[in-house]
C-alpha cells in the first residue's frame, strides 16, 4: 500500500511538472507571435511558418496529443487504432495498402472505451479527461520509395508527440531503417508487437526477446515495447444450416489493455511536456527561419546606415579644425548610428543605453580604439598647426593640410565602420528571445525530467540538437 500511494505520489509531481511546462511554452509562443516584429517584405514566403506558428499555439490552447502510427502494410496499424478507440474508424481489410493517405480522429478516453479496469486505471483517465487525444494513421512505410518515404516519416513525426511504431514479428531490414529515422526525430516511441495471438506462446517470447535483446537494443528500451493483438482470430465450432458443426475463424475481442495503459501511463505522467517539448523545438526551428529572413532584410538597411555614418563622419573630422571637437563630434555621431541601428532592430534604446554600448564596445576593441583617439588626436594637432600657417605660408601648407584631413576622415570612417559591424551583431542577437525563448524552455523541460521517464532516453539527444541550434 506504501509503495502505490509512493508511486502516485510520484505520477502526480510529474503531472503537475508537465503543467508547468506547458504553461511556459503557452507563454513563450504567444510572446512569440505577438513580438514577430516583421515588416510585410520580411513576411514574404514566410506564410507557412507564421500560420504554423498559429496553429501550434492553437494546440495548446485546446490541449491537443497528437499520436501517430507507422508500420508497413499488412501489420495491422490500422486496426490497433480502431482497437484504442474501440469502433472501427480506420480503414481496414485484405488489399495491400489500404491506408493510401494519412487519416486522424480523436479518440476520447472513458470507461467505456478503456473498460472497468483497477482503480488506478480510471484515475490516469480522469486525470486526462481535458485533453484531447488525436490518433494518426498513415500508409505503409514499404508502400512509397525511400526518399519519399523519409521525408514523409520526418514530417509527420516531427509534429506529433507520441510515436507508435506497429510490427507483427521480427523485425525487416526496411522497418529498421524506418525506426531508425523516425528515432532521429527524437520523439518518444512505442513499438507495437501486434498479431501475438498467430505465434505459439514460445514462439512469441523467443521473437519477443530477439526485438528487445538484439533488434532494437541500442533504439529502444524494454519499457517502451508492448505486445497486443489488435484483431486476433479465434477458432470456434458453429452450426450450418443443416445443424452440422463446422470449424470456422472469426474475430475475437482485441487484447490492446497494455498499450492502452502504457499511452494512458504517458498521457498522465507526461502528456503536458511531451506537447510543451514537441512544440517549443519545431517553434524553436521556425524562429531561427524567422531571425534569418528578418537579418537578410535588415542586413542591408543596417550596411546602408553604417555607410552613411562613416561618410558624414569621415567628413566631418576631416572639415573640423578644433582637435577637442574631433574626438567630440566623432562620438555624437557613433551614438546617432547606434540609435538609428536599434530603431531598425526595433530594440529600444536610450541615448544614455547607446553611450553605454559604445563603451563596452570601445573596451571591447581595446588596443584598435585607443589607436584611434592617438591617431585623432595626432592627426588633429597636426591639421590645426597647418592651418595657422597656411596665411603665414602663403597657402603652401593648404595642400598637406588637407592631405592630412583626408587622411584623419578615412581613418575615423574605418573606426565608425568597426564599431557599425560590432553593433549590428549585437544588435541582431538581441532580436533573439533571450530568457523565455525557446530554447530556454526546451532546457528546462528536459533538467524537469526524472530517470524513469520515457523522455528522459532522449535526453542526451535533445541537447545535443540544441546545442547544435545554439551554435549556429
Known sequence: MWEEDWENAIIDFAHWQGEINYHKAQESLRNLLLNLDLKEEEKQGLETEIAHLNQMLQKLEDSVIQIAAFGMVGKGKSSVLNALIGQDIFITGPLHGVTREIDQTNWRLSKESIGNGEQNIQRLI???ENVQIQLIDTPGIDEIDGETREKLAHDIASRVDLILFVIAGDITRVEYQALCQLR???KPMILVFNKIDQYPQSDRIEIYSTIRDVRV???LSPDEI??????PLETVAAKDKEGKVKIIRQRGKPQIGDLQLKILEIL???GKSLVALNTMLSTGQINERLIQQKLVYRDAEAEKIIQQTMMTKAGAIALNPVTAIDLFTGAIIDVVMILRLSQLYNIAMTQQSAVKLLQKIAISLGGITASDVLVTFGLSSLKGILGLTTPV???LTVVPYMSVAIAQGAFAGVSTYTIGQ??????ANGASWGENGPHAVVENIINSLDETSILNRIKGELKAKLGRRLIR
Open 126 to 128: 480522469k486525470g486526462s
Open 184 to 186: 532521429e526525430v527524437g
Open 217 to 219: 537494443r541500442e533504439l
Open 226 to 231: 508492448v505486445m497486443v493483438s489488435a484483431s
Open 268 to 270: 498522465h505522467q507526461e
Open 393 to 395: 605660408s602663403g597657402g
Open 422 to 427: 560590432i553593433c549590428k551583431v549585437y544588435l
